[in-house]
Every structure is written in C-alpha cells, then in structure tokens.
C-alpha cells in the first residue's frame, strides 16, 4: 500500500487507473470502515482510502482536538484489507487559506436531525467530501465511494449532493457493523468507560422497541411513541436528543398508515461524555 499526503502526489498514484473505490474516513478505524473498504474493493480498479479529521464539521465544543489519531494502525489495518492507497493529508493541504467556498446542502435535509443539533455540521461533511472526490476522481470516466449506514443522514446529504452536481461517482451504503451486544461500531465508543460500555447497548435497543411499537399499529401516534423511548433512556441515565421514525427516502415523519412505507429509526443521546447516533430499517 502506498501513502501518500499531498493532492499531487494522490493523483500521480491513480493517474494510471479509471475507477477508484474510495472510503473517506476520519481514522481511529474499526471493523465497520474495514467492511466498506472491503465492499468497496471490487467495484474499482484501485481501492483508495483517505484519513482526514475535518475541523469544519466539529462545533467549538466538541471533540476536534480530542478526536483519536491512530495514522501507524489505520495503515496496517487498511493494507490488511487490501487497500492500494491512503491519502493521509494535513490540514495545511487540504486547507491552504481559510475555506471561503463551502457546501450548503438544502435545509430540508441537513437541518434536521443531525443538523438541528449539531448546526453546521453537514456543511462541513459536505465541504470537505466534494473536495476529497476532487482530488481522487479529478480525470475520472467514473468512480464509487462507500459510507456507513450508521451515519444514515450522511448518506443521502452525500447521495444528493452527488446527484444535484452530476458527479460520476456511485455512492455505495454499507451496512452498520455491530458487537456481539448490538452496539454500532463507532470510533467514539473508545470514550466510554467501562459502565459505560454495557450500558451503551441500551441505544440500539431502545430504537428496536420504538421500531417495534410503532409497526404494531398501521397508524400510530408516532410522537406519543417517540417521547415515551425518549424517556425510558433517560431513566437510564441518558440524555437523548431524538429517537424518532422517519421516511427512508427523505427523513420527513411519514403520514398516513405506515403499511408499506419504508421506515428507518433513527436515534441520537448522549452517555456520560460520549454522543452516539444509531438507526434501524424498518
């Protein structure tokens, strides 16, 4: 595996190859990134990986400076997984001069959800993945780049965003990957401690039985619901910011009887000092 941390040194490395597969992460990886990677892999000619933490999608509260930097292990654990190239760049080389120019995906779907509560947030994701498909695809007929289905918000700000600019690139979701309890891998779940850690199955759980709940009736009343799951967590000690039912399609509430509608629950809360997000299809 090749690793390479400047944009000239990335694209003289894919200069020969016509597909990259590619797997943007912030590092600190587990088995979930090593799936994409993975999954990824054959629907390429050359399998790229980049590690970049992202100072535009972190609030001035939250964990930019704290987030793990583990580059020597990532590197082992991609080339393990058949990765060809990491792109490893600093800040200074992603982000010469202050980021003037940024994405603003639209507020129906990135001001919901994860953006209501964390502002800004897909702007910064946006931002910073046009830029990473620029310097892997730039001269590309075509290209496929994977995500987690973990961040499932994530994936349709990214899909659309893709679509509205006609970049010739597949979006491919991966599925979650989960412990043996059903924790979504995170490289956040290293901040809990061990309590902690026990408890953190409880997220998953808690979406199953709103999932289930809401599936028992063909027309639920889904606030009612969702505030019930909301405070079952926080007798637990949590502090949930949402546990709710949307549309796969658009994360809007659905309408109507729920019959054949296809439906993700989504869920984010806060365990001690660690936020975890999580989702089930339903």
């Given at each position: 595996m090749?690793i390479?941390h400047t944009?000239?040194?990335l694209?003289?490395?894919?200069s020969?190859?016509?597909?990259?597969?590619?797997?943007?992460?912030?590092?600190?990886?587990?088995?979930?990134?090593i799936?994409?990677v993975k999954?990824a892999?054959?629907m390429?000619d050359v399998?790229v990986s980049?590690i970049?933490?992202?100072?535009?999608?972190?609030?001035p509260?939250e964990d930019?400076?704290?987030?793990?930097?583990?580059l020597?292990?990532?590197?082992?654990?991609?080339e393990?997984?058949?990765?060809?190239?990491?792109?490893a760049?600093?800040?200074?080389?992603l982000?010469?001069?202050?980021q003037?120019?940024?994405v603003?995906?639209a507020s129906?779907l990135s001001?919901i959800?994860?953006?209501?509560?964390?502002p800004?947030?897909?702007?910064?994701?946006?931002?910073?993945?046009?830029?990473?498909?620029?310097?892997?695809?730039a001269?590309?007929?075509?290209?496929?780049?994977a995500?987690?289905?973990?961040?499932y918000?994530?994936?349709?700000?990214?899909?659309?965003?893709?679509?509205q600019?006609?970049?010739p690139?597949?979006?491919?979701?991966?599925e979650?990957?989960r412990?043996?309890?059903?924790?979504?891998?995170?490289?956040r779940?290293g901040?809990?401690?061990s309590?902690?850690?026990?408890?953190a199955?409880?997220?998953?759980?808690?979406?199953q039985?709103?999932g289930?709940?809401?599936?028992?009736?063909n027309?639920?009343d889904?606030?009612?619901?969702?505030?019930?799951a909301?405070?079952?967590?926080a007798?637990?000690?949590?502090?949930?910011d949402y546990?709710?039912?949307?549309?796969?399609?658009d994360?809007?509430?659905?309408q109507?009887p729920?019959?054949?509608q296809?439906?993700?629950?989504?869920?984010?809360?806060?365990?001690?000092?660690?936020r975890?997000?999580?989702n089930?299809?339903?």
């Amino acid at each position: 595996m090749h690793i390479v941390h400047t944009i000239a040194e990335l694209r003289e490395r894919l200069s020969p190859f016509k597909r990259p597969a590619f797997v943007p992460t912030m590092g600190n990886l587990h088995d979930g990134h090593i799936a994409l990677v993975k999954q990824a892999k054959p629907m390429g000619d050359v399998t790229v990986s980049s590690i970049f933490v992202n100072r535009l999608q972190f609030a001035p509260n939250e964990d930019f400076d704290s987030y793990p930097r583990t580059l020597d292990a990532d590197a082992q654990r991609l080339e393990a997984a058949g990765c060809n190239v990491l792109f490893a760049p600093r800040e200074q080389e992603l982000y010469p001069e202050p980021q003037t120019y940024r994405v603003h995906p639209a507020s129906d779907l990135s001001d919901i959800l994860e953006g209501h509560f964390r502002p800004g947030f897909f702007i910064g994701v946006s931002t910073v993945v046009l830029k990473l498909f620029s310097c892997v695809y730039a001269g590309m007929p075509s290209g496929v780049a994977a995500f987690g289905k973990k961040d499932y918000q994530q994936v349709l700000v990214v899909r659309r965003m893709v679509q509205q600019f006609a970049l010739p690139i597949d979006i491919l979701a991966g599925e979650t990957q989960r412990a043996q309890d059903g924790l979504a891998l995170s490289s956040r779940n290293g901040y809990l401690n061990s309590a902690e850690r026990l408890e953190a199955a409880q997220l998953s759980q808690a979406l199953q039985a709103l999932g289930d709940a809401a599936r028992a009736s063909n027309t639920p009343d889904l606030p009612a619901l969702e505030a019930q799951a909301m405070q079952a967590l926080a007798r637990r000690g949590w502090k949930p910011d949402y546990l709710t039912v949307r549309r796969r399609a658009d994360l809007l509430a659905p309408q109507g009887p729920l019959a054949g509608q296809p439906l993700v629950v989504l869920g984010a809360a806060k365990l001690g000092n660690t936020r975890l997000i999580d989702n089930l299809e339903i």
